[in-house]
Nanobody, 114 residues
Framework: QVQLVESGGDLVQPGGSLRLSCAAS????????MGWYRQAPGKQRELVAA???????NYADSVKGRFTISRDNAKNTLYLQMNSLKPEDTAVYYC????????WGQGTQVTISS
């Protein structure tokens, strides 16, 4: 049974930075594609960024130029570097394995407020 554990969520001021991590364990298959999603109160969960095993990435327009997704395949760990944070980035951030199967982490809270 695969397990995804996110960490790094915190309360930061606008303009600040955070780095989220997601450690995957228990996978019997090579993880192909992983991503970060977020869900703000009263809104639907949305894709923030995704990355393939080979390093190809895609980002939501709202985070392009501010967030960077990366991964360490040897450690099965996914990262999200978030810079120039805005109050509208406040949400629960979830790690997800998109391929070769679907799995979600439990989420980590990111709050941007002065």
């Amino acid at each position: 049974q695969v397990q995804l554990v996110e960490s790094g969520g915190d309360l930061v001021q606008p303009g600040g930075s955070l780095r989220l991590s997601c450690a995957a364990s228990g996978s019997r298959l090579s993880i192909t594609t992983m991503g970060w999603y977020r869900q703000a109160p009263g809104k639907q969960r949305e894709l923030v960024a995704a990355i393939t095993r080979g390093g190809s990435t895609n980002y939501a327009d709202s985070v392009k130029g501010r967030f960077t997704i990366s991964r360490d395949n040897a450690k099965n760990t996914l990262y999200l570097q978030m810079n120039s944070l805005k109050p509208e980035d406040t949400a629960v951030y979830y790690c997800r394995i998109l391929a070769p199967y679907d799995a979600w982490g439990q989420g980590t809270q990111v709050t941007i407020s002065s």
